[in-house]
């Protein structure tokens, strides 16, 4: 038999992975890496609460004061705007955390492992849900002795919808970071410039009605205005137009967020 007649053995190629399965499970990879140091060290989670319970705390007597109405209906007008304010504390500052890889060399390392950008992005953004949650809870916890009585199928729905807002939030914070690379003062100066007004415009501390026109188209232009709006009509029971319109601002944003992230991501390689 000559080595022609040899029959050939060719190695056999692995089974290739399934596309979507495999590119979960790098977004689950990712996802693992980013929460392990939050769980490790829950300070920041336990840091980024006490903001919001102070305006809860101070702003609550003064809307009672000014609006001649119970505790517990200013807490349920204003418990919401509260678990909203505490989501652009946490998502928009994540960007920070990028920065800081940067600087050490973190990220230049997971960039040149066969991890997607898209995993790598969309696992940071999904990261940022897990402390909004528990925060969420916390205030929650918080109002309900003083008479707030939230929905608890409406609250479920509402932290679901806030969870995708904050995931488009989370990957804008990373593409900012990305965009300045190192220059924290340009991250902090751009963050705290977009952060309050579109707070303000959205209703979150003050109620919006009988303001001039100008604020109120502001208002309107605004997609932080919907998610508020929903909120508040998901976490007092009411399931109208406002909660549409929210989970849509909300998935707009989310959308619009992962797109500019992972072309930031990839723009960074």
């Known amino acids: 038999m000559t080595a022609l007649d040899t029959p050939t053995r060719t190695a056999t190629a692995p089974a290739p992975t399934s596309r979507p399965t495999s590119q979960l499970h790098n977004i689950g990879l990712v996802f693992g890496r980013e929460l392990r140091p939050v769980v490790r060290d829950p300070f920041s989670v336990v840091f980024g609460i006490i903001q919001p319970l102070f305006f809860l705390g101070l702003f609550t007597p003064l ?12 807490l349920q007008w204003f418990v919401p705007g509260v678990i909203v304010m505490l989501s652009l504390f946490g998502t928009s500052t994540t960007g920070a955390n990028l920065q800081f890889e940067m600087q050490t060399g973190s990220h230049e390392r997971t960039l040149v492992s066969p ?3 898209s995993s790598l992005m969309i696992g940071r953004a999904l990261k940022e849900i897990v402390p909004t949650i528990v925060q969420a809870l ?4 918080v109002a309900v002795p003083f008479g707030f009585r939230p929905d608890v199928a409406g609250l479920v729905v509402g932290l679901a919808v806030l969870s995708v807002f904050c995931v ?16 924290q003062w340009a991250f902090w100066g751009v963050q705290q410039t977009l952060l309050f007004p579109l707070m303000l415009l959205a209703g979150i501390l003050l109620p919006l009605q009988g303001a001039p ?17 929903a909120e508040r009509a998901l976490i007092a029971g009411t399931w109208d137009g406002d909660a549409v319109a929210g989970a849509v601002a909300a998935a707009i944003t989310c959308v619009v967020g ?7 991501m990839r723009a960074s390689s």
């Open 258 to 264: 992962l797109v500019i992230g992972a072309k930031a």
């Open 115 to 117: 991890l997607s950008r």
């Open 63 to 74: 809307l009672v004061a000014s609006s001649g109405q119970s505790t517990a209906d200013t």
């Open 168 to 183: 488009g939030l989370g990957a804008l914070s990373y593409a900012l970071a990305l965009a300045v690379k190192e220059n």
């Open 213 to 229: 026109g100008w604020l109120e188209v502001a208002s309107k232009i605004n997609p932080l205005t919907y998610v508020v709006d």
């Open 138 to 141: 916390v205030i929650v916890g």
